[in-house]
């Protein structure tokens, strides 16, 4: 049994490669810290990023509600304030980020690894 094409599985695999580009973007914006008139850039939330159109969720009954569906763009978040040579990464706020981020793959990977053990332990595996 390929545990992919649950949707369960599918979902957590979709969470994983969120997080993969979240820590790419968050790196991005820590590395260019110095460079003058650098704007940081950040994922979209988890849940917007599952009503883009491609990540859209299954209805498989009637009484289910509707994913949203509105198409997502990355965009530069509004930086709070800028340094004088036009810098806006806030060292501390993508710490944060970075430390948020981590926290949420590690969820995600033990609600993965938990779940598998409870299909093999089914399966008799």
Do not use: C
């Not at 950040?42 to 509707?66: M, N, R, V, W, Y």
Request: aromatic share 8%; proline share 6%.
């Amino acid at each position: 049994m390929a545990f992919g094409s649950i949707g369960l599985f599918t979902l957590m695999q979709q969470k994983l490669d969120w997080v993969a580009q979240r820590q790419g973007m968050l790196a991005q914006n820590i590395a260019n810290r110095d460079t003058p008139g650098y704007t940081p850039i950040d994922a979209p939330d988890f849940a917007q990023t599952l009503a883009q159109p491609g990540f859209a969720l299954a209805q498989t009954k009637p009484a289910h509600i509707a994913a949203a569906s509105d198409p997502l763009h990355l965009a530069a978040a509004r930086p709070a304030e800028r340094a004088p040579d036009g810098n806006a990464v806030g060292l501390e706020d993508q710490l944060a980020k970075v430390a948020d981020t981590d926290t949420a793959q590690q969820v995600t990977t033990q609600l993965y690894t938990a779940y598998l053990g409870m299909f093999r332990t089914a399966l008799g595996k």
